[in-house]
């Protein structure tokens, strides 16, 4: 849509790789505005995303429980492809949504669920109350979230999930080196 | 000061979670972009890619289908009708080191891990638009150049090699592309 013609490709060739290079055709949408410039489309988009919190609750619920019902047929029907994926694919969302809903400490259970999920060498040979605990803890976590006192248990209860699950992860992958490493490295995302 | 006329840009969001959608679009809508289009998978998506030839795409990683990092695979093909050029901005739960080694090694332009916050956002839209990387193309890789700092001493793996050749021009393909639709 940005309304500048591209201009012509450059292509440097070297014996390996060649540089593509072409006039950046999104230069037209970059304006050039004084430093006195009172618009703020970061604060407006705050602002707007604020105005979506009333809902952010009932969105945390609906994750929360299309977790519990990906755990509920991996309970019946086992650790099958497509359960295991919904699986992951839900504690994933959960994961990177919930701190942006106000569930900080739902988001961090979530991952640890996520590792296991990764890391586990053979995911029937999990404890079935490792996953369970944090089914239950990200369910606990969103439906109390309206008691104030609940933010520290929350956090507290994340931080010892994720201790237990770590420490079994270390445990089964010792013999898998490339596995142990992913486990061991920092997160990019600073902590809550 | 530089700020985006966002009025002129072309969005398409492709994430399977509805909640994050609506998120992105109340964000970019925010920002004052009147076009973002969504898809809730990556085969969708690549259609929309072709059919409504967005500036810029922002993706998930972790969809049905295929995901995030097979949509960046898929436009990244420098033979391809559509334009293998556009800023892709990978947004993702995912937030691992070796993850964003594998997205830029797909040909992902940014990477954004979750949460999601406007600035973040905002940063990595600024960045695609003001400060393009040239493409290179070496016999397993199409995509934004993966160096954002020149080092000449580089003597370690996957280094460039060779001298220069003579400069060849080509008609863009994005031109091309457009001309297809």
Known sequence: MAKEKPGTIQVKSFADHHVITQPN?????????????????????????????????????????????????ILRDGFTIDNREELFRAAHDIKGDAATFGFPSAGAAAESLCRIIEHAPDLDQVPSELITHHINAIQAIVRERTKLDTAMMASALSKQLRGVADEFLLKVNRDRPEHLEAILAPSIVPAE | MYRIDFNKLRFLICDDNPHMRRILRTLLHSFGAREAYEAEDGATALEMYSHYVPDIVITDWAMPIFDGLELAQMIRQPESKGNPYAPIIMLTGHSEKRRVTVARDAGVTEFLAKPISAKGLYQRILNVVANPRP?????????????????????????????????MQQPSLLDKARSNV
Do not use: C, Q
Request: net charge positive; glycine share 8%.
């Open chain 1, 25 to 73: 055709p999104l230069r037209k949408v970059l304006l050039r505005v004084p430093e006195s410039d009172l618009d703020d489309p970061v604060g407006r988009a705050e602002k707007a995303l604020a105005g979506l919190s009333s809902e952010f609750k009932n969105w945390m619920t609906i994750e929360a429980d299309r977790l519990s019902a990906a755990h509920e047929a």
């Open chain 2, 135 to 167: 493409f290179i193309k070496t016999k397993t890789y199409f995509g934004p150049d993966r160096r954002r700092n020149t080092n000449n001493a580089y003597i370690g793996p996957e280094r460039r090699v060779g001298g220069e050749m003579e400069v």
